[in-house]
DNA sequence: GCCAACGTTGGC
DNA sequence: GCCAACGTTGGC
């Protein structure tokens, strides 16, 4: 099972208003990085993805769920090859991981997080997976 | 095809 | 506000 980070402003979209779309989701544009769109086209539905929130806190506010497969990005202009996905909220993290904690754990330091810092789509192995939830307080 | 210039992201 | 990283653009 694949897992994977995405990461937004909170001015431009924070956990909180990804919380309040609920199960229905919301749909995740704007993707504008070849690297990133290969990513966004690889995730499946039912896959997990931490909330990053990068500038303003800096920090895995929560984990979502992908609930669509990719599609044709309605933010994009005619013939341009971008995609979206739906995300939803699944649960926030009861102590959010921050960057800092993450830079300090040697383990998580080949995260794409921190080798690829301007990726904003990226995966997140198993193991990564398992103890930042485990940082977060998440059972 | 190379590379300088420029724009954007994102941490500090 | 600054700057490093990095992607894109455009001249040659």
Redesign the pocket.
């Known amino acids: 099972m694949p897992y994977w980070l995405m ?1 937004s ?1 909170p001015d431009a979209w924070s956990w909180q208003q990804q919380v309040s779309k609920g199960a229905k989701g919301e749909t995740w544009s704007g993707v ?4 990133a769109k290969l990513n966004l086209m690889k995730m499946k539905k039912g896959d997990s993805a931490f909330f990053y929130h ?2 303003i806190g ?1 920090e895995i506010a929560g984990v979502a769920e992908i609930v669509r497969e990719h599609f044709p990005d309605p933010s994009a202009k005619p013939g341009e090859p971008w995609v979206a996905v739906q995300v939803k909220a699944l649960e926030p993290m009861p102590q959010p991981v921050t ?2 904690a993450i ?1 300090a754990e040697a383990k998580l330091k080949d995260m794409a ?1 921190l ?6 789509v990226q995966p997140v192995t198993a193991e990564e997976w398992k103890l930042i939830c485990k940082m977060g307080g998440m059972r």
């Not at 504008?32 to 690297?35: F, G």
């Open positions: 990461k402003e504008r990085n070849h690297t990068s500038n800096k960057l800092a830079k997080l080798k690829q810092s301007r990726l904003s």
